[in-house]
């Protein structure tokens, strides 16, 4: 069961790094196109916020989700390691 948990924990952490590495792209893309569009004419600009790529909810919201399922991992872990280990209190030497 251990292993399983570890296992997880592992997936979390390669999930965590796509997504990073997602949010940094997301990120130069958005510099791009505010750069081609400070290049446009005026009448060719639309003004959209919900078009910025630069802060992206969903992605967000990933990320928090898989913080808090490691954490889970964590204490899962903690917890089965500690209900394995040998009771050792009350015996004398």
Do not use: C, W
Not at 7 to 15: G, V
Not at 59 to 87: C, D, F, N, Q, W
């Amino acid at each position: 069961m251990l292993m399983e948990i570890k296992d997880i924990s592992d997936e979390l952490d390669i999930l965590k790094i796509v997504l990073n590495e997602q949010k940094k792209t997301m990120k130069d893309m958005d510099r791009v196109t505010k750069k081609l569009t400070k290049e446009r004419p005026t009448n060719a600009i639309t003004k959209d916020e919900n078009l910025s790529l630069e802060n992206n909810r969903v992605l967000e919201s990933h990320l928090y989700r898989i913080e808090k399922m490691k954490k889970m991992t964590e204490k899962s872990y903690m917890g089965v390691s500690a209900s394995l280990t040998p009771k050792i209190s009350g015996v004398g030497f």
